[in-house]
């Protein structure tokens, strides 16, 4: 019996949704219905879009998430035993980076550090959004302390940046927190994002490795990582891309973010831009790394391919997956599955205070 409609997601049903995928957390679904997806009502661009065209369809995009935030806040705890303080740096390049400082209240000890990188496909949101603030909150009340970076995006409202300048801001920050350990209280260095953010986090540690100073970083934890940027020609060994293809990500979102972050296409190779494509060369003498995906994400398959060729290369290495999630749900549905965001909290601090 050869049932087509048998296999998981779009690949049995082109008409399948997350919310009508009977792997999806029901709360989670009802949530999706309630809401929509990613950029909600903004209808995808054509494969032929224009960079600048890309551009706009960036800003519209961050508008839309943007007003979420006042309904993000009202859900979002307070967190009274964290606090929380600024630092800009200079960088080489003649501009400043913000790092927002996260750390237990009243806490002089040295604690494990975190520098955390935020999503939006390194073209759009922002660290001081609602979203990565609470999530670097819930990190620090963990006993860490957690460093945001407010890195130069592809596009958005802190655009137009294409690559590498997100990347270069990113591994400043980094040499900055390793340099200051001392003064922050810090007793390691984990390297951590999400989606856009997971890509920073990895193309750090690969250009970390590259420059011989990776031994400053710890560890390396990226969630749900976008790391592949092919999404306008998905291979079909990235069977995500098809199964799970607009469970509130989609391909036709992603190519426009990817014109956005590298617009002639001209690093579209390159393990920095998108460290998919990184040889074992490359990968090898990185740190610890652990690589967490969702189930229902169309960027489920490229993470657990990047988890394979770090095994391949001998970098020590753990995966796990995230059943019933879609993309970064983990953080994003805490309100409504909170013991799926405790149990990836649990997961970051163990890792973090394991270095």
């Not at 409609?5 to 049903?13: A, H, I, N, V, W």
């Not at 604690?111 to 959004?129: E, K, N, R, S, Y």
């Not at 100073?213 to 990582?225: E, K, Q």
């Not at 740190?287 to 995906?293: A, D, G, Q, R, T």
């Amino acid at each position: 019996m050869n049932d087509h409609s048998l296999l998981p997601g779009r690949l049995g049903d082109d008409n399948r949704r997350f919310e009508t995928d009977p792997r999806s957390d029901p709360r989670i679904s009802e949530q999706v219905r309630l809401l929509g997806g990613f950029g909600a009502g903004l209808e995808p661009l054509p494969a032929t879009a224009t960079y600048q065209q890309c551009l706009d369809y960036c800003l519209a995009f961050e508008q839309i998430q943007a007003d979420g935030h006042a309904g993000l806040a009202a859900i979002i705890p307070k967190f009274d035993g964290v606090e929380v303080s600024q630092q800009t740096i200079a960088s080489a390049e003649g501009h400043t980076i913000r790092l927002y400082i996260h750390r237990p209240k009243d806490c002089t000890d040295e604690l494990p550090g975190l520098i955390h990188f935020h999503g939006g496909g390194m073209v759009i949101t922002t660290a001081a959004d609602p979203g990565p603030t609470f999530w670097r909150n819930t990190l620090a009340a963990e006993g860490m302390v957690v460093i945001g970076v407010e890195y130069r995006n592809g596009g958005g409202k802190l655009g137009n940046h294409p690559f590498p300048a997100g990347l270069n801001d990113c591994t400043e920050a980094t040499q900055w927190v390793d340099q200051h350990r001392s003064v922050l209280k810090v007793s390691s260095l984990t390297l951590s994002g999400e989606s856009g953010g997971g890509n920073l986090a990895i193309a750090t540690a690969l250009k970390a490795n590259q420059a011989q100073w990776v031994s400053s970083i710890d560890g390396v934890y990226a969630m749900c990582p976008y790391i592949y940027g092919g999404y306008a020609n998905p291979s079909p060994t990235l069977l995500s891309l098809i199964e799970n293809d607009d469970y509130l990500l989609g391909c036709s979102v992603m190519r426009s973010m990817v014109k956005a972050y590298d617009p002639e296409g001209l690093n579209r190779l390159n393990p920095l831009a998108w460290p998919f494509h990184a040889s074992l060369s490359d990968l090898q003498g990185l740190p610890p790394h652990l690589i967490s995906v969702n189930e229902l994400d169309p960027l489920r398959d490229e993470g657990l391919v990047y988890y394979r060729k770090l095994l391949a290369a001998g970098v020590s290495v753990s995966a796990r997956t995230v059943n019933g999630t879609p993309h970064a749900g983990d953080m994003s549905f805490f309100h409504v599955a909170p013991e799926i965001t405790a149990d990836t909290v649990a997961s970051i601090a163990a890792f973090v205070r394991d270095r």
